[in-house]
């Protein structure tokens, strides 16, 4: 059973790399688009950060030096990713459930980080550390999940955009950690402990024994982690593109060389589009559409 | 009795009546004067003749007018048409503009419902199921993995069930304009989704595939504007005897001579007005070019096509028509070789031509393109024009523009304008990139047909409309003049519009107008009493 794990969590975490690299890749090898920016920008001038001013408030902003101001996304983007800021902000009953859920997750991902560097340090020194990240981790993910869960269920607003697998998806949450918490706690005597487990997995020693329960939540837990990057809750890749790519894209087009090609290579795409007024019929580019008037000729 | 919420499968109902009817009673409360259901403006339903003609089996109004096909034949070949215009929005060739936020949107939404609550439609209208945000979303989303990846059962248990036929497709055309395109929405979502772009998108498909737009913003707005030059219909010979009579006018109301310089080649500053202006407030390019000519600018007009009309209708609706006329701004200014443009009072001619356009103008066409709201501050501030502030003494109030605001970042220099000038200057809450759409966004502000501008000043506007009246709180009294500043002239033309439906300037003298006119109207060296408080 101990290799059945171990090939299982493997296996997952192999999907679960891969599918994260295609989706990644997948959307950002999509073409260049026009730019659709949402204020604030936390990369702005930081006196215009405070109000969400972009460059534009500056007479001849083409002619000042650009500035890039890192900190400002690093600001924003720390308190967004550990904390849910922004959904603490616009809903926060939701936050209340969330953010346990998310925190509960990143405690989990601290704890697998900790086990693998004791693994290869060679101590047991964080033993406490990771007891306690594990612990709560566990504690916090089923707690969010099951009030996420209540709310999607109860909720007359979720009702039209819930579908069964939002349901599922909860509900896998609560029984994957439940199984793990359950499984490490009721272990017994002869469970050499989580290091152990680790340090088995990692050198393919199949002699550890594993407990049932335990077993299984390891592998509904590797299923889980291979599940994820096919499904929406992905957004941890999308939402690197949702912000630095889309709301905070703000590179004008001067100057940059780099740019310059891209928009030069979407002008020769060659729609398709149907309407009449449009005037595509598949070999015409872009850039000749764009110069065509559909209007000359036609009556004043 | 609460009613039933629509459900998505029933945009598909065949059924020849309206999903919902809005009743005064059932929308968001308004502070006094329209503070009962019974002080508000009295709604008609749409006509039986239009129910008759025409698609409009949404919500008893109708933006897009669309002929009811005849026979079942028609209706599976306009279906045909929008599967194919589907697969279109998600192939690079054809919609490389928007491809990769559509996409993150489609495949990224948690459904948690965060956005709901910031917007204005969606809650004006009482939390009416079909306006929320993320409802013609989650229909194009199902539509998305059924048809175009091809999904099977996994899949619709996954992202969820949908059927496709005609009234489907009908409905979500109506649905698609019943959208501002703020994106404050999008400002609140944790993910990045965005649900504005979903309705610009399907407007696209629609236009784009289908040939389908309301006639005021395709047929009246970008067609005519390539055509003539203007979406006004007036010609450039039109449109230079209209600045004359203003010139003239404003240098006899302000004592001082005004002329307005034409195709000044080399100029600093190519002025582009949106044309609306000309014709419905010529005190506002009038103005412009007082104080442009006061503070020592070398600047000019163009009578070069759409040279003197900044407005761009396919920001909207059509990425072509869009391209079209953002190409024709910059080769007036290329032709004039000027140093920059500098766009009027006109949100959507800003984010057009400065923001989106940025990425479709190459070479010598990229001109820099700047606001005048900068332009402005910059000669307010360094005091090149003489100011008395105590000329503007009375209550004003600021609206954000969406396009200038929160999709441009423009918030702060019209600010130190006006708290500059006008000592009573006061804020509506909630403002700056936080604004709420005045409403007419996206092209509602000229989209009237049958009973569609009662469902805008009802809804759309009516966060606005409370935002204005709570801005005046505490001096409603008729007795004090009152004005809304608006440095946009779709806001602009919403606003004055809404203040006539509701009687506020009858019952309270709220007034409405741009920015440049209460500079002037500061102006030490005009003759006092510049701006009328006059209905218009
Ligand atoms: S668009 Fe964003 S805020 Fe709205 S439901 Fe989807 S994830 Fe939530
Ligand atoms: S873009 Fe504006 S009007 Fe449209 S759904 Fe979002 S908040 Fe509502």
Request: glycine content about 8%.
């Amino acid at each position: 059973m101990t290799l059945a794990v171990y090939v299982i969590i493997y296996a997952a975490a192999l999907v679960f790399l891969i599918a994260s690299v295609v989706r990644a890749v997948r959307y950002a090898r999509l073409p260049l688009h026009l730019r659709w920016e949402l204020y604030p920008v936390p990369h702005e001038e930081p006196e215009r950060v405070k109000h969400g001013g972009s460059y534009f408030e500056k007479v001849d902003w083409w002619e000042k030096p650009t500035h890039f101001n890192w900190w400002g996304e690093v600001k924003f983007m720390t308190p967004e990713m550990l904390f849910l800021k922004g959904l603490w902000e616009f809903n926060r009953s939701l936050w209340f459930r969330s953010f346990p859920f998310h925190f509960g997750l990143y405690l989990v991902l601290a704890t697998i980080g900790l086990l693998i560097a004791s693994v290869l340090i060679g101590t047991s020194a964080l033993h406490a550390c990771y007891m306690l990240t594990g612990i709560a981790g566990a504690a916090l993910t089923v707690a969010g999940a099951l009030g996420l869960l209540l709310r999607r269920l109860t909720d007359p607003n979720l009702k039209n955009g819930t579908t069964p697998a939002d349901i599922f998806n909860l509900v896998f949450f609560v029984v994957v950690f439940g199984l793990l918490a359950a499984g490490y706690l009721t272990a017994g005597a002869s469970f050499p402990g989580m290091l152990v487990l680790v340090h088995g997995l990692l050198t393919f020693n199949v002699s550890v024994d594993i407990p049932l329960v335990l077993a299984a939540g390891l592998v509904l837990g590797a299923l889980l982690a291979a599940y994820i990057p096919l499904t929406h809750m992905s957004h941890f890749i999308a939402k690197y593109f949702t912000y630095h790519s889309i709301r905070w894209d703000d590179a004008p087009n001067r100057g940059d060389v780099r740019l310059a090609r891209r928009i030069a290579a979407n002008l020769t795409y060659r729609p398709t589009w149907a309407a009449p007024h449009i005037g595509a019929d598949g070999k015409k580019t872009w850039a000749e559409i764009a110069t065509t008037n559909p209007a000359s000729g036609t009556k004043k | 009795m609460k009613k039933a919420p629509v459900r998505l499968d029933d945009l598909a109902g065949a059924g020849k009546r309206p999903l919902i009817h809005l009743e005064n009673e059932d929308l968001m409360s308004l502070p006094a004067p329209l503070d009962h259901p019974s002080k508000d403006h009295n709604w008609p339903p749409l006509s039986a003749q239009a129910g008759e003609k025409f698609e409009c089996f949404l919500d008893d109004t109708c933006a897009v007018s669309i002929p009811q096909p005849k026979t079942k034949e028609e209706e599976d070949a306009l279906v045909a048409k929008f599967l194919s215009g589907l697969d279109k929005l998600f192939v690079k060739e054809n919609n490389w503009s928007f491809l990769q936020p559509l996409l993150l949107t489609m495949e990224h939404c948690a459904k948690c419902q965060t956005c709901s609550e910031a917007c204005h439609i969606y809650e004006a209208s009482g939390r009416e199921e079909i306006y929320r945000p993320t409802f013609r979303s989650e229909i194009l989303r199902r539509l998305y993995f059924k048809y175009v990846k091809h999904g099977g059962m996994l899949s619709s248990w996954q992202h969820g069930a949908i059927t496709l036929n005609w009234p489907l497709v009908a409905r979500l055309i109506e649905l698609s304009y019943r959208c501002n395109l703020c994106r404050r929405c999008a400002q609140t979502c944790p993910i990045g989704v965005d649900n504005g772009l979903v309705a610009h998108e399907l407007r696209k498909l629609f236009s784009q595939e289908m040939g389908i737009a309301p006639k005021e913003i395709h047929d009246n707005g970008s067609m005519l504007q390539l055509r003539v030059g203007s979406s006004t219909g007036m010609n450039s010979e039109v449109v230079k005897d209209n600045i004359e009579f203003i010139d003239e006018d404003i240098s006899e109301k302000a004592g001082i001579h005004v002329e307005t310089p034409w195709d000044v080649e080399g100029a600093d500053v190519l002025l582009i007005h949106n044309a609306g202006e000309i014709m419905a407030w010529p005190e506002n390019p009038g103005a412009f070019a007082l104080i442009l000519n006061a503070a020592g600018i070398k600047w000019t007009l163009s009578s070069e096509i759409a040279g003197y009309d900044s407005i761009n209708y396919g920001l909207w609706y059509d990425d072509a028509q869009f391209a079209r006329v953002a190409i024709k701004h910059a080769e007036a200014a290329k032709k004039l070789k000027v140093k920059k443009i500098v766009l009027g009072e006109c949100g959507h001619a800003h984010k057009a031509l400065s923001v989106i356009a940025d990425r479709i103008l190459t070479g010598d066409l990229n001109i820099p393109r700047e606001s005048s709201m900068t332009l402005l501050r910059d000669i307010v501030m360094s005091d090149r024009i003489k100011l008395d502030p105590s000329r503007n003494d009375f209550p004003v109030t600021l609206h954000d523009p969406c396009n200038l605001v929160r999709l441009m970042g423009v918030v702060e220099p019209q600010r130190e304008i006006v708290r500059k000038i006008c000592p009573k200057f006061r804020e509506m809450e909630p403002h700056g990139v936080d604004n709420y759409c005045c409403g007419g966004g996206s092209g509602f502000a000229i989209m009237s047909g049958h009973n569609f501008a009662d469902w805008r000043f009802h809804v759309s506007g009516r966060k606005k409309i409370e935002q204005i009246l709570n801005a005046f709180a505490n001096c409603t009294d008729a007795s004090i003049p009152k004005y809304v500043c608006a440095p946009c002239s779709n806001c602009k033309g919403m606003i004055r519009d809404m203040i006539a439906y509701y009687n506020l300037w009858e019952s309270n003298r709220i007034h409405y107008g741009g920015l440049v006119e209460l500079i002037v109207n500061a102006m030490v060296d005009v003759k006092p009493g510049f701006i009328d408080w006059e209905w218009r």
